[in-house]
Structures are given as C-alpha cells and as structure tokens.
C-alpha cells in the first residue's frame, strides 16, 4: 500500500496554518494511508501552537520545531528525514500554491512516468522584483546545467522517496532542486499550477546574493563533482596565462630600459600568476583526494 508524505515547511504562519489545513485536510483524506508533517522554522508567533492543536485532533500531524529559523534547506532535510511516505508533497503554507494540485501532480509520477513533477507558476502573483529574480536565477541555472526547467523554485512538488533521500541541501541549493534530481539520474517533469497572491503574513524568501554563490556549488557539486581538475585548473591556467602575458610585456619594457619596478602591472601579474596556479593545484588535490577515496 502506498503511503503518502505531505510536507508543510513553516515560518511565522499563524495565520494561514488553519485555512491551509481547511483545504489540505479534505484532500489528505482521499488517501487512505498519509501523514503531514510541519517543519517550525523557529517562528516567534503562534505557529507551533497552532500546529500543536491541529495534531491533537488529528494525530496524523506531526511537527517538526527547530528553536531558531535555519532556513528552508535545513527544514526540507528534515522533513524529508522524518518522512515515512513512499511518495512525498511538498508544500508551502501561505497558500499561494493551491493544495487542490497534489492529486494531479501525484497521478503524473506514475502517468508521466517520472520519478518528481515539480510546479510551474505559469500565471505567477508575485512582486515584480521576484518574478525577474526568480527567471534569473532560473536562467542561469539551465544554462549551467543544460537544462530547460521553467521553475525550479516552486514550492509545490511531488516525488517518489528515492528522490529525496538522494538529495543533500544546504544554503539555497533548494532552489534548484529538479536540477539536483536529475544531476542524481532521476527524471523530473514540470506542470503548470495553480498560483494565488500572497493574502496572510508576507514572504520569506526574496532576493539574495547567497543564491549566486550556491549556484557555483551547484555545477560543482554535480557537472565537476568527480573530475574538479576540469573546473579549478580551467580557470587557473586561464589567470596564469593572464599573469604570464603582463609579465612577458614587463619583461621587454625592462630590457628595453624602462622601469617596472612601480608599475601596477607587475602586482597585478604576480597576482595572476600565483592565483593561477593555487587554483590548479587545488584542483589537483581535489582529484587526488577523490581517486584516493574511489579505490578504497
């Protein structure tokens, strides 16, 4: 029998909790073996108090409470640890995604068939500035990966729990999770969902810098994981081959009797040409290290 995980992360959402649960609880209901479970992303509002007295009436609620808001990769790692479902939902508590969706998306995993469908926020109602944030970062990704995900943020999706034992998330590598699941060797399929406007509370995800940085590690971790000489030594002998090329120009400068000894562009080569070859080396060692742990 198939047993179903429904995942509720949650930070400060007092007041949605109840009507999240006024339309997800009917839908739960269709199934005959599910559990939901609320990670407490340590709100400092009723949220957990809530969630409590929704699992004394339903003990199929559990929750999750974390004493200070460590963000949603942490929560999702959680959640998915707990999980005891063969197949997971995830979803967010404002209700913008809208819980009527799960049927469809859980009947695609085996229609598709696909190992996770994630949501596609066709009709988005979101502040301009997250709309061409969210396409940026959405851009950047597929060209990185070689990919043509038109969503990889939503907060709405549905997976086989092979998936999400695969995953290992941390910073805002949630953001690209379809990416990550296939970079694992799963298939993910998007669907266009339903999207409404943010009605209780106010979001709690924006733009931030950190995602530029956690889009590196995510063609780290999944285009150079085994080979990471391919990715630092590019760019080293890129710098290196920079710095040489100042340094050959200083060189004939100087034997053509002029000094270099102040020049800016001495530093700066020296600068390139040692950067240059750390970050060779360093893949290097990054290859070494991974050969090593491969043979034993």
């Known amino acids: 029998m198939t047993k179903l995980t429904c995942l509720v992360p949650a930070y400060n ?5 109840p009507r999240l649960w006024e339309k997800l609880g009917p839908i739960l209901a269709r199934y005959q073996d599910w559990e939901l479970i609320v990670v407490n992303d340590g709100s400092t509002d009723k949220t957990e108090q809530i969630v409590k007295e929704l ?18 990769s942490a929560v999702l790692t959680a959640g998915f640890k707990a999980a005891t479902g063969d197949r997971v939902v995830t979803l967010d508590a404002d209700l913008q995604d809208d819980p009527e969706e799960i049927p469809r998306m859980l009947e695609l ?7 996770m469908v994630g949501g596609w926020k066709k009709d988005r109602h979101d502040p301009i500035i997250k709309k061409i944030s969210s396409k ?20 709405l999706k549905a997976y086989r729990r092979e ?28 669907t266009p969902v339903t999207h409404h406007a943010r009605q209780w509370g106010k979001s709690k995800y924006g733009l931030r810098l950190s995602g530029a940085f956690d889009l590196v590690s995510l063609m780290i971790l999944t285009r150079y994981r085994l080979r990471p000489l391919h990715f630092f030594g590019s760019w080293g002998v890129c710098l290196f081959l920079i710095g040489a090329a100042m340094l050959i120009y200083l060189a004939v400068v100087h034997f053509m009797g002029q000094a270099i000894g102040n020049r800016p562009l001495l530093t700066f080569g020296m600068l390139f040409v040692v950067a240059g070859l750390q970050l060779f080396f360093t893949g290097l060692l990054a290859d070494l290290v991974i050969n090593r742990q491969s043979r034993s």
């Open 55 to 72: 699992s004394g009436r339903e003990p199929r609620i559990k929750l999750i409470t974390f004493r200070k808001n460590r963000g949603k």
């Open 136 to 155: 940026v970062f959405n851009w950047l990704a597929n060209r990185i990966m070689n990919t043509d995900f038109r969503d990889t943020n939503c907060g």
């Open 163 to 190: 998936v999400v034992e695969s995953l290992n998330l941390y910073g805002d590598l949630y953001r690209f999770i379809p990416i990550l699941a296939v970079a694992n060797g799963f298939s993910a399929i998007e």
């Open 13 to 17: 959402e007092e007041e949605s909790l």
């Open 109 to 115: 995993l085996d229609t598709a068939p696909a190992d």
